[in-house]
């Protein structure tokens, strides 16, 4: 490959919804930015995820300098136990919450103690790893911590969208920092990669703070049990449940392993605030009566 070249090479998520993962080749070294999965459709009897094909990167381990990982969703952190077994890679960077998440998922697999893992930080100073200068820019999400990744390379500049959403109200105060976009695109962008989901479908996505509105309309005013299901990784919508819940005068019980471990993980790094006398465990649910019950799972 000629000098002040960037190989671009999508292995999953490309055209697809699932199992992103991408990666940069320039003067024969490789920066993979994140490792997803994806979950079986119908047709798919027996299997239970599917994974990227990393064959290429099979090929060419020993020049990985590392994996970026944009946000802790399971399309885009999900494969990375598997890439870490198969491949390996000599770090890993991401940021606090994305870190926290994933480490309690290479545990699990047994990588934990033998793979390094840095922070990534969108407030800090560029990261520079061989020919790649890595800066990293807040995107709000659906669950915190989400970044772009703005590579610089001989070959240009390229910037990494991840996953994002224009949110002027996020539950956490921490939106989308178009003003680090808007910079970058003053200092000139030669190629941007964005992720997409529902981009062709008109109108625009409503700020998470909608359903916070629509839980403090909606639970004070029930009799029964309330259940709320969510996606595990949705720690700002755990949150808002969990408020309301707490100023109706509600216990909340956490169902489901992930729901618990991620709640866990979260509110130790400190991105939950829920009151221990607020929690109970679902064995006690019948020590209460329905109305004085939420159940997040």
């Known amino acids: 490959m000629a000098d002040g070249t960037c190989r671009i090479i999508p292995l999953g998520g490309l055209g ?48 990985i300098l590392a994996v970026v990982l944009t946000h802790g969703h399971e399309d885009h952190v999900g494969g990375l136990p598997y890439f870490l077994r198969e491949v390996g890679a000599p770090l890993v960077l991401a940021t606090r919450l994305t870190l926290g998440l994933v480490k309690s998922k290479l545990d699990e697999h047994g990588l934990g103690r033998t793979t390094n893992m840095q922070e990534a930080d969108p407030d800090g100073d560029p990261v520079q790893l061989g020919p790649f200068r890595l800066e990293f820019v807040r995107m709000a999400h659906s669950i915190p911590d989400a970044v772009a990744v703005c590579l610089e390379t001989a070959a240009g500049r390229i910037v990494v969208t991840g996953d ?86 509600r216990k909340v019980c956490v169902v489901g392993r992930s729901m618990r471990k991620n709640l ?32 997040l799972c």
Do not use: C, W
């Not at 994806?38 to 239970?48: I, K, M, N, S, T």
């Not at 993980?265 to 829920?274: E, P």
């Open 264 to 295: 866990n993980i979260a509110r130790n790094l400190g991105y939950i605030d829920v009151p221990e006398e607020v929690l109970i465990r679902p064995v006690d649910l019948d020590d209460y009566r329905h109305d004085q019950v939420l159940i």
């Open 16 to 63: 697809e919804v699932g199992k992103n993962m991408t990666a940069f080749e320039v003067d024969g070294s490789v920066l993979v930015v994140d490792a997803g999965l994806a979950f079986p459709r119908d047709e798919h009897l027996g299997v239970d995820l599917v994974l990227p094909d990393f064959t290429y990167l099979r090929e060419r381990k020993d020049k």
């Open 164 to 249: 994002y959403k224009i949110d002027h109200t996020p539950v956490d105060g921490l939106r989308t920092d178009v003003g680090r976009l808007a910079e970058l695109g003053n200092r000139g962008v030669d190629l941007m990669l964005g992720d997409s989901t529902n981009a062709e479908r008109p109108g625009v996505t409503g700020s998470e703070r909608l359903v916070g509105e629509a839980f403090q309309q909606i639970i004070p005013a029930r009799t029964g049990r309330v259940l709320v299901a969510s996606f595990a990784s949705n720690v700002h919508r755990m949150q808002q449940a969990i408020d309301v819940s707490v100023r109706a005068g």
